[in-house]
């Protein structure tokens, strides 16, 4: 809830875990390590909406959607922002007394704010997203709607953790796809060896646990990690040769 006079500690609070503590957890761990281990919200989804997991939209269509969330959490930046420069600035300031459409900037933060706890809070996250739990599983909220999860995916762009594929044992039986409820293609990714990178992976573990060849397994880039193209360990298996090691792929 947003108000004129925070608290000092809770906005201090607040601006570490948003810019310090959450970008760290999501660059060693994945955005799943705040989605999947400390979120109330991922936490409801994954108890009410687990059942239904198989149920989540799959496609190019379900993709593109998820920039919804890039929309909500520009319009939560421009009112936080509003919402500071109309608090927090001297009176008598451009902020306080300039008119937008006919009110007073001040009221017309107010407004949005408003409409924004009514459709986004209420309407988005606390009643749609609950009731198409049972009909699109239980991640609606977190693909489509959450601002912190928006920003979660720009901080995901650096992270180095990755589901890694075995590739030659893979069957191609879409089950890993199929259980995926942030509707992540990784049968698309492990079919083809790739590391999968989807910011929108929570790390739910579904996958790697449900696959029945053990296909899956998570890891970190620069770790050498066997199923890893990216490493050495992987090339040697492979019998390329490696620059600067004198070990080769037939020596393994
Ligand atoms: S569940 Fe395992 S074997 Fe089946 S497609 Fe996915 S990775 Fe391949
Ligand atoms: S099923 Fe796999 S890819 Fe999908 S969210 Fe869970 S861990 Fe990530």
Redesign the pocket.
């Known amino acids: 809830m947003l108000t004129g006079e925070p608290s000092a500690f809770w906005l201090v609070v607040s601006v570490i875990q948003t810019f310090v503590l959450i970008p760290g957890l999501v660059y060693f761990f994945g955005k799943g390590a705040y989605c999947g281990w400390i979120c109330s919200c991922g936490a409801l989804a994954e108890t009410l909406g687990d059942d239904y997991r198989t149920l989540a939209p799959h496609g190019e269509r379900a993709k593109r959607w998820e920039h919804l969330g890039q929309g909500v959490l520009l319009v939560i930046f421009v009112l936080t922002l509003g919402w500071g420069l109309t608090h927090w600035t001297p009176a008598g300031s451009w902020f306080r007394t300039a008119t937008f459409g006919g009110l007073s900037l001040p009221v017309a933060v107010e407004h949005l704010r408003h409409w924004y706890e009514l459709v986004i809070d209420v309407g988005f996250a606390g009643t749609i997203s609950l009731g198409v739990y049972f009909f699109y599983s239980g991640r609606i909220w977190c693909r489509y709607g959450c601002p912190l999860a928006a920003l979660m995916h720009i901080y995901a762009r650096f992270t180095r953790y990755r589901i890694f ?1 075995d590739k030659p044992k ?7 796809t199929r259980v995926c409820h942030m509707g992540i293609d ?2 698309g990714y ?2 083809q060896g790739r590391p999968m990178d989807d910011v929108e992976c929570v790390r739910c573990a579904a996958c790697v646990t ?4 053990d ?2 397994s998570f890891g970190m880039t620069g770790k050498e990690h066997p199923h890893d193209p990216a490493s050495r360990l992987y090339q040697l298996r492979r019998g390329a040769s490696v620059p600067g090691s004198a070990v080769t792929g037939s020596q393994l």
């Open positions: 594929a893979c069957i191609s039986c879409n089950i890993c990784v049968m492990a079919s449900s696959c029945p060849m296909v899956l």
